[in-house]
Structure formats: structure tokens, C-alpha cells
């Protein structure tokens, strides 16, 4: 048996797809049966799938989802699972390798061959081969079993920290590699998955293969870029390569015998460039074997590097920025979760349309958080098109990783090789991470509690991951941990941060020591605290916002929607207390379940237009922001933009806004405000800001024009004038050339405005190719205007903004399957008045 890396595309291959699963409990399946199907009690499944979906689709468990049906689905993980299929073996021609390939197998596995065991699979991560090539043809029977993960992982103690909550000692999540995410999280249901969760296939191959490639960019000069081909082939063969353009010309050609580097002169370079700044040109790299098919990959000619540089400016700092082809940017992004808890069974549709949401948000970069998966090829092939840059974690997270284990860490140095040779090729591949938290978590020990303790992984981080980058990947940054740098983990100083003083109240490290204590009152845990942050890049930051209440109401039982209501808290995985925090200075506290969804709504869409516009006003000692999170794993109240059936929340709208190339933005110091003006772009900005000052019925009060030269990729104060606290007043700018989108500045908390009750709304409704066009008036300042629909499948090209006395705002809906829109679909509020009415009928 051998255990290694992926050999997809190009070989002949027969997919076993149809399943049959049965459960025991724990070491009662016999073998002598189970491994032929045998007995009653079998159910369909699929590969790839996930156990869970497929007891559903038998009737067998209530969708975890629905309901208050998470707890009910608990005995899933302790059963023994047997999965079992037939299919037919063709015999091997003469010197012909077969082999049976599983892509995934989670996590804890016996296969077996017509009743004798092939081998053994511990390790969700890894891919898994076993030769059949002495196997004789025939109809065979095959068979995974799954252990229960608590039976598998000993009982000897495992480290642990004292200061963060403890999701270790009862799940044991350390002590496997398996996506951590799935015991619980404080977003996330405790459904830990269990099945064949990737493809399974038979593969067949007379020759040498190619098993995986990468494709670096060493220089470019003068519109000629050098280039370096690394080709990992199963055996020494001749292999010719090639380089396609764009346009599917040959620009290069050259060969080899084995493994190994080739280097090649690509003249007229077009360069791949993030979606903020350019084009994505994919170029083909093609390596060609006698007597195997074509392997090829798409890549693009980029370079990446991180600068680290003193900060001259802010001395006793350094820089943390991408560079991109030479240029410094500033990352505008997400984090990234597994789009389902059920991460065997997400749709192609699903990561397409998440991803390209991500980009039309003005983002370019995503963050693979360490606590989920790798993600599928998909994935990254989306982000290559799209110009999503991504940093890649190691799937470790907030944990002491037990590194003594010889046996443990050969199978994580078995899986790290593997995903980096995986993913290496890729043009969106901005950075490899090595976990998520577990080094600034065990500095906070050592600093709480004054005991400084060896840290448990450092084996992995310090040797087994450096040691496979510098042979396989040693062209893509490499970072240790997020947050890291500085002269301690979470510094502002160096390196990037997690800012969790906005939302959880955890003291911000200015320096090298905390800033103080916890603290969980409204004026602690509020957005304002943003501009306190002078990081050099923001890696995580959030606040949360609950789903649409079309969404509740597809998952819950109608008895449970009301706030306080165990349903209700059972979608929150977080303190529940801290919304209430969070909507006391923004819009006060809810009465009702709508009233809740309608203020953590606003209050995470204003608090994150906040946070954005002060950290990139601060470029280009700050250059980066990446929100917690982008989307959810189920139907939940969490820090998504984008809710787990696909709705987005008020808070993407104003992220796409607060994240446009050119962004003006206020900042208030006193009665005193500074407009400044933020350009990402490559070109400088002239144009002139129309600055006014604006009762809610649409008096101006004063009004100037500003002149506007921004060099490029700069940020600039362009004007300073007065703006005292008004609760009837709004300060306002917008563009002459509409080099960006129109702002505002509030004068008092949204919960304390003067706005009229009624705003004078009107919309006139026309269909069109797209679907529905829906143009929106006000007579006075409408804040927050909201139109939604029941429908997730409905976009809005807007579904969340103010509207000035006497403006005009035009949306588009659409639906992602092309079908009907019609204007009763959707409904139409503001927080002047917050009940939705239709836009017809």
C-alpha cells in the first residue's frame, strides 16, 4: 500500500460513486458479513457524501439543521459505520498499475477487498492508495469501516491551556487530524462528520504519470518573466512541457528526463493580477508523457512576497503587506469556513457563487481558516479566475498539537506534503499560515498565568511544515501562525492581528503586554474601539449579525421564533449576552426576534463600514483587512456576511461599499472631521468631493467642493472642517466624476437619530432581461433601506443603503437560476420604518 498524494485528471479511471451504509456499535460489525453487503438494515449513500444527509434521505434522523435537532443527531459519532459497494474489476493488460484511490476518507478506516483488509486510513487529509494490480477480475466486493473517533485516539491526557475555553478534553480534537471545526465552535454546530467524503476511483496506467507540478515566477523585467517548472513524476520518464498563452499559442516549450526544475524565458509576459487591480490571464502548462494523456494545469505569472521593511513613519514598527509583481497592496477580504458542516456534500454552485460574491464585494483576498478543510481543486481554480488571493492555513487550530508521537507526526508530514503539492501551482496562492491562534493563545497562558511552558507543536510549525515548503513551495510566503509577528503575538507593532477587543473585549496588545483586562460593557466591546487598532494588518475582525428571519423561519420550529427561546439560543454559539452589548450604544436592545435581526443587522454593517474605513485610511502602515467570517456552515447567528442559504446580510452591502478602489471617508476627532480619500488603484485620483452637511428633510446647511489629487495607491486627508453632534443632521460626500461611492458620517448613535417615521418612499417597478428593475426615491433621509426577499435565490445588486431627500437608487433583482422575479417577491423597509411592506400588492 502506498499512501500519497493525488494523481487526478489524467488518468483512466472508473468512479465508484453508489454506496450502501449500515451501523453497529463499536466492534460489533463482523467482518465476515459486513464486507459483503450482507444482512438487512443497508441504506443508499453516496461518494462522494456524508452519513448524516444520507440517514436523513432515509428517514432514519431528523435534518440536524431544522429545528432543535442538533442535540438528537449526537449518537451519529459513536456508532460504527460500514460502507460497502460492488463493482466490477476488468482485467489488467500486461505491465498495467491498478490501483484503488480514495481522495478522502474521514477519518478512522478499514478497507476491505472481498473480506480481506487492504489497509488503513487515519487521517481525513490524505488521500489513500492501495494496488489491485494481483487482484483477481471479477465482481468484487468493497468495504470501508469508520471507528467511532472517541475509541481511536488513546486516553492518555493531551495539552492543553487553562485560559481558553476547553473544546479538547471532552472531543480529543488534538489528538486527529480531522477538520476540528466540526466538534463545535462558537459559530458552529457539534456534528462531527464520518464517511467517504471524496471521490473513490480505479485507477489504471501503463507508464510513468505526472504527480503534481508547481509553477513559480522568479523575476520579471522589461515584460519578460522567468519562470521555474518543477514536475513530480511517479517514475523517471521523458516529459516534454509546455507553455500555452491565454489565447491557447504556444509560447514555450522544453523537456526532461525525471523529476525536477526546468527553467524557461517567457517574453511579452501577461501578468496575473488580484480583481482590485488588473486582469487574470491563465496561462496553460501542459507536460506530456508517451503512453499517458495530457496532464495540465492553468497558472499565471505573478509574484508574491511579503514586505517586513521598517515602518519610517511610525518608528518601531514594520510593515506587513503583500506585494504583488512589486506592487504593495492593501488586502481587502474574509475568512473563510467550510460552506457546510456536511463538507463531503457542498455543491459546485455553492463555492462559485461564494467566491464570486467575495470578488463583486471588492475584495482580493480570502483566508482558508485553519480550523475546516482544504479546500476542493474547485476552490482554488475559482480564486485563480476570479483574482481572489488566498491565504492558506494549515488545518490546525486554536490548540496545543501534541508533537511526541513519531507515528502522529509522520502522518502530518505525510499530509502537509500532500496539500502543498496539491495546491503550489496556483496563482491565487499568496501565503502559507501554520495554524490559526495556537501560538498567540500560548502566550496569553504564559502571560496570564505567569508560567512559561514548552509549546506543544512547535515540531510541526518549526520543522515538519518549513522543511516540506523549502523543497516543495519555496517561492510562496511562509508565516507560522495568525496572528504572529512583532515582538509578541498580536501585536500591533508587527506581523498581523486579530482585533477581538470590538465584540469579545479582549485587551489589545499596543506593544508587548496586554492593554489592561477583559472587559464586556457596552462602551468595551464597542466598534468605536477600531480606531484605537494601529496594526500593520488585521487578519480576523468581526461582529455578528443574525440571518434574515425568512432564513430562521426555513429552519426553525415556529414555536421557537421568539427571542430567549431555547431554539433561538441554540443558533447561537457564542455568549448570547454579547449582541446585547454590542446593540446598546448602536440601536438599543430588541423587543422582538424581528427587532433583534433588524439590530445586529445595522449594527454589524456600521460597525464594520467603521472598522474598514480606519484601517485603510491608515494604509500603508496598515494593509490589510480580513473580516470574520465570510459564510456560515448552517443556519445560524454568526459573524457571516453571507448566511448559510446563501442570503446576504446587511453587512456585505456595506463591505462592498466600505472596500471600493477609491473609498472617502470621514474621521471625527471632537467636534473637528477629516474627509480622507483612499485609492488602491495604480492610477492617481483628480476629481472633487462635494462635501454638505444636510438635515433629515433635506436643508443644507453649508456645502463645499474639494479638490482632489491622491497619488496612486495612497491615502490621503483632503480637507478638515467642523461637525458637531446633531441627532437631525447628516454629513455627506460624493463624488463630481463618480471616482467613488457617495458616504455619510452620522452625528449621534442610529438609536438616538430624529428621522422621520415616514420618509416619503416611493419605487417603481420594471421588469427586464435580468429580472426585475426596481428604482427607490425618498423626500427625506431614508436610513438603512432594505429590500429583501423570502427567496434565497434572489440577488440585489443593492439591498442595503441610505437615501438622501429627494435621491434616486436603482436595483436590479435577479435570481441565480434565471427564473421569474416579480415584484411581490420582494419587500421594502427602512429603519425609519422597519416593517416590510411589498413592493406590489
Given amino acids: 500500500m502506498t499512501q500519497n498524494r493525488s494523481e487526478p485528471a489524467q488518468l483512466t479511471s472508473a468512479h465508484l460513486s453508489k454506496w450502501r451504509l449500515k451501523d453497529f456499535a463499536p466492534g460489533e460489525g463482523d467482518p465476515a458479513s459486513a464486507c459483503r453487503g450482507a444482512g438487512g438494515g443497508w441504506i443508499a449513500a453516496t461518494a462522494p457524501g456524508d ?73 481525513m487529509f490524505r488521500s489513500w492508495r492501495f494496488d489491485l494490480s494481483g487482484v483477481a477480475p471479477g465482481c468484487r466486493d468493497l468495504a470501508v469501516r469508520f471507528h467511532p473517533p472517541s475509541i481511536m485516539t488513546g486516553d492518555r491526557p493531551l495539552p492543553n491551556w487553562s485560559v481558553a475555553t476547553d473544546r479538547i478534553s471532552r472531543t480529543r480534537r488534538t489528538a486527529m487530524r480531522k477538520a476540528q471545526f466540526g466538534w463545535g465552535w ?16 480505479i485507477e489504471r496506467r501503463r507508464s510513468a504519470v505526472v504527480r503534481s507540478v508547481n509553477f513559480s515566477t522568479l523575476t520579471i523585467d522589461h515584460g519578460t518573466a522567468q519562470v521555474a517548472i518543477d514536475i513530480d513524476l511517479s517514475e523517471p520518464a521523458d516529459a516534454t512541457v509546455e507553455l500555452l498563452s491565454p489565447d491557447g499559442e504556444r509560447v514555450w516549450q522544453g523537456h526532461r528526463r525525471g523529476s525536477g526544475r526546468i527553467e524557461a524565458a517567457i517574453a511579452d509576459a501577461r501578468l496575473w493580477w488580484s480583481a482590485d487591480l488588473g486582469e487574470q490571464p491563465l496561462y496553460t502548462l501542459v507536460v506530456r508523457i508517451a503512453g499517458a494523456p495530457d496532464y495540465s494545469r492553468q497558472v499565471g505569472i505573478r509574484t508574491i512576497a511579503i514586505d517586513q521593511s521598517p515602518d519610517p513613519d511610525e518608528p518601531g514598527t514594520t510593515f ?3 506585494v504583488l509583481n512589486g506592487v504593495p497592496i492593501f488586502a481587502k477580504g474574509v475568512n473563510w ?48 479566475r476570479l483574482g481572489l488571493l488566498v491565504w492558506q492555513d494549515f488545518m490546525f487550530a486554536n490548540g496545543p498539537d501534541p508533537d511526541d508521537d513519531p507515528a502522529f507526526l509522520d502522518n502530518i508530514r505525510a499530509e502537509v506534503r500532500e496539500q502543498v503539492a496539491r495546491l503550489r ?14 501560538h498567540g493563545i500560548h502566550w496569553l497562558q504564559a502571560a496570564l498565568t505567569g508560567v512559561a511552558e514548552r509549546h506543544a507543536g512547535l515540531t510541526i510549525y518549526d520543522e515538519i511544515i518549513p522543511a516540506a515548503l523549502d523543497e516543495l513551495d519555496p517561492a510562496t510566503p511562509w508565516w507560522p501562525s495568525s496572528p504572529w509577528g512583532g515582538p509578541s503575538p498580536n501585536s500591533m507593532r508587527g ?61 426553525m420550529a415556529p414555536d421557537d421564533l421568539a427571542l430567549k427561546s431555547p431554539g433561538f439560543l441554540d443558533r447561537i454559539k457564542d455568549v448570547a449576552d454579547k449582541a446585547a452589548a454590542m446593540m446598546a450604544t448602536v440601536t438599543g436592545p430588541p423587543e422582538t426576534l424581528a427587532d433583534y435581526v433588524d439590530f445586529t443587522m445595522v449594527a454589524q454593517a456600521e460597525g464594520l463600514k467603521f472598522g474598514i474605513e480606519h484601517y485603510r485610511r491608515r494604509k500603508p502602515h496598515c494593509s490589510g483587512a480580513l ?11 454568526s459573524w457571516s456576511l453571507i448566511d448559510h442559504d446563501g442570503v446576504a446580510k446587511a453587512g456585505w452591502y456595506a463591505v462592498r461599499r466600505a472596500f471600493a478602489p477609491v473609498l472617502a471617508s470621514f474621521r471625527r476627532v471632537g467636534d473637528g472631521v477629516e474627509l480622507w480619500v483612499t485609492n488602491d488603484t495604480l492610477a492617481p485620483v483628480h476629481d472633487a468631493a462635494i462635501v ?35 441627532d437631525d443632521q447628516v454629513l455627506m460626500v460624493r463624488s463630481a466624476a463618480d471616482a467613488f461611492p457617495a458616504n455619510r458620517l452620522l452625528l449621534a448613535p442610529v438609536k438616538d437619530l430624529a428621522l422621520a417615521p415616514d420618509a416619503g418612499i416611493n419605487t417603481v417597478c420594471e421588469p427586464v432581461a435580468a429580472g426585475l428593475r426596481v428604482t427607490v426615491s425618498a423626500t427625506r433621509y431614508a436610513l438603512t433601506v432594505n429590500l429583501c426577499s423570502d427567496d434565497p435565490r434572489l440577488r440585489f445588486s443593492d439591498g442595503h443603503f441610505d437615501l438622501a431627500a429627494g435621491e434616486t437608487r436603482t436595483v436590479i433583482v435577479s435570481h441565480v437560476d434565471d427564473g421569474a422575479v416579480r415584484a411581490e417577491h420582494v419587500t421594502l423597509s427602512s429603519w425609519n420604518d422597519r416593517s416590510p411592506r411589498p413592493l406590489a400588492g
Avoid at 432543535?68 to 459513536?78: G, K, L, N, P, Q
Avoid at 444636510?694 to 467642523?722: K, L, T, Y
Fill in 692 to 726: 454638505s452637511l444636510a438635515s433629515f428633510a433635506g436643508e443644507i446647511a453649508w456645502q463645499a467642493e474639494v479638490a482632489i489629487e491622491v497619488p496612486a495607491n495612497a491615502s490621503r486627508c483632503v480637507w478638515r472642517g467642523v461637525a458637531a453632534d446633531a
Fill in 425 to 438: 501551482h496556483h496563482a491565487c496562492l499568496a501565503l502559507w499560515c501554520g495554524n490559526n491562534e495556537s
Fill in 627 to 637: 473580516i470574520w467570517q465570510h459564510n456560515d456552515c448552517w443556519p445560524c447567528v
Fill in 495 to 555: 506581523g498581523d492581528v486579530h482585533n477581538w477587543t470590538v465584540w469579545h473585549g479582549f485587551p489589545p496588545v499596543p506593544d508587548v503586554e496586554l492593554d489592561g483586562g477583559y472587559l464586556s460593557a457596552p462602551e468595551g466591546v464597542a466598534f468605536t474601539r477600531y480606531q484605537e487598532d494601529m496594526a500593520r494588518f488585521v487578519s480576523e475582525f468581526g461582529l455578528q449579525a443574525a440571518p434574515t428571519l425568512a432564513t430562521l423561519e426555513r429552519w
Fill in 186 to 201: 462558537d459559530w458552529g454546530p457539534d456534528l462531527p462528520t464520518v464517511g467517504i467524503w471524496k471521490s473513490v476511483r
Fill in 51 to 123: 452519513t448524516y444527509l444520507a440517514l436523513i434521505e432515509a428517514g432514519r434522523l431528523a435534518h440536524p439543521f431544522a429545528g432543535r435537532e442538533e442535540a438528537a443527531a449526537a449518537w451519529v459519532r459513536d456508532r460504527e459505520w460500514w460502507w460497502h459497494t460492488r463493482f466490477d474489476l476488468t482485467e489488467a493488460a500486461p505491465s498495467e498499475m491498478v490501483e484503488l484511490v480514495f481522495d478522502g476518507l474521514d477519518t478512522f478506516a478499514d478497507i476491505w477487498l472481498d473480506g480481506h483488509l487492504l489497509g488503513r486510513a487515519d487521517n
Fill in 320 to 322: 506587513f503587506r503583500f
Fill in 337 to 384: 469556513v467550510p460552506a457546510n458542516s456536511f463538507v463531503g456534500a457542498v455543491p459546485d454552485a455553492t463555492y462559485r457563487d461564494l467566491l464570486a460574491r467575495a470578488a463583486s464585494a471588492n475584495m482580493n483576498m480570502v483566508r482558508v481558516w485553519g480550523g475546516g478543510i482544504y479546500e476542493p481543486d474547485l476552490f482554488y481554480d475559482e480564486c485563480d
